[in-house]
């Protein structure tokens, strides 16, 4: 059947969502290709660009290629990610490791001369630490994936007081000097830092739809909170389910994106238009919940004494 111009998802909610790209739109949800789509955009007209591309693993929606095939595919979309980035712009890659017979490969380093040779500066390699994942067998079980945040030039956005974090503790006082008794911290909080513990979405988590690897919406939302300005837009060319849009409308931004996959496209229209409405449930950056000792659970059955 063929697809048409404007995706109206529900008459409740009476939001259409554009598929194809102009200035101006709150929103733009593309399907096909994302070389295709960058096509569209014009040169410069990006703030911020946000995504986790295939891993080249197998899942689903990807063939394994031979990896320096997979690094020139890359290649190709890095390079047309900068020509639509604004000269203040951001681009933020998050990866994991291509795993081949137990051998890894980090994706953020095999891809970081696609950056460089853009004359793209890195400001930060983000780690992103969560609880969850497989269980290895011979190597440590990976907790963390990257992202690589790079900017175009040196006079770049970067707001930090909206993604300040609580601070450990926050009653603590100058000990010597003038300001002597003093507060000492920041009364907004502290830098988060380049260490960013966040849940993934797995089962439980309140995000999880249908896809196998979303990444959350307040991950996306401290980039997005941190490098962009109110109704700036921010692009995802591998979109999934649309989490980077998500986390752009639900502060105030402009987004557009691109996703092959017509089921995973239709349901990231049907969570946007949540988004746009208030209605999606998202997980708030909040610290991760840890369980109390004396619950069930967390005492050790194995451990004398307990
Ligand atoms: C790692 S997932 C991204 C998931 C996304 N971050 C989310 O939270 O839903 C990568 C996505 O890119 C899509 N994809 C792969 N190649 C693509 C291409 N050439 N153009 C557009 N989408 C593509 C896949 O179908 C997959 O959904």
Request: aromatic share 8%.
């Amino acid at each position: 059947m063929e697809r048409v111009q404007q995706h109206s998802l529900s008459s409740q909610l009476k939001i259409t969502i554009p598929l194809t790209f102009a200035p101006h739109n709150q929103v733009t949800l593309f399907h096909g290709d994302c070389m295709d789509f960058m096509r569209t955009i014009p040169d410069q007209s990006v703030q911020l660009v946000v995504t986790s591309p295939p891993y080249n693993i197998g899942k689903e929606y990807e063939d394994v290629l031979d990896i320096e095939a997979y690094k020139a595919q890359q290649r190709q979309v890095i390079s047309e990610c900068v020509r639509i980035l604004g000269r203040k712009g951001s681009i933020c890659w998050q990866v994991g490791n291509y795993v081949n017979r137990g051998e890894i490969i980090p994706l953020d380093v095999l891809l970081y001369d696609c950056f460089r040779e853009n004359a793209l500066k890195l400001r930060n390699r983000i780690v992103w630490h969560f609880g969850h994942g497989l269980h290895c067998s011979n190597r440590f079980s990976g907790r963390y994936e990257t992202i690589n945040w790079f900017t175009k030039s040196d006079d770049y956005v970067f707001n930090l007081d909206p993604v300040r974090v609580p601070q450990k503790y926050p009653g603590k006082r100058h000990f010597k000097g003038p300001r002597r008794g003093e507060l000492s911290g920041n009364p907004m909080g502290k830098n988060p830092s380049d260490v960013w513990d966040i849940p993934n979405v797995k089962a439980n988590h309140v995000e999880k739809s249908e896809h196998p690897c979303q990444f959350p919406v307040a991950l996306v939302q401290r980039l997005v909170l941190s490098l962009t300005n109110a109704d700036d837009l921010v692009f995802d060319p591998f979109l999934g389910v649309g989490t980077t849009a998500i986390a752009a409308v639900i502060n105030g931004r402009r987004a557009a994106g691109s996703e092959c996959v017509e089921g995973y496209h239709d349901l990231a229209v049907e969570r946007v238009t949540k988004a746009l409405a208030g209605e999606l449930r998202v997980r708030l950056d909040r610290p991760v919940y840890e369980p109390s000792r004396h619950l069930g659970l967390t005492v050790n059955p194995w451990h004398k004494g307990n």
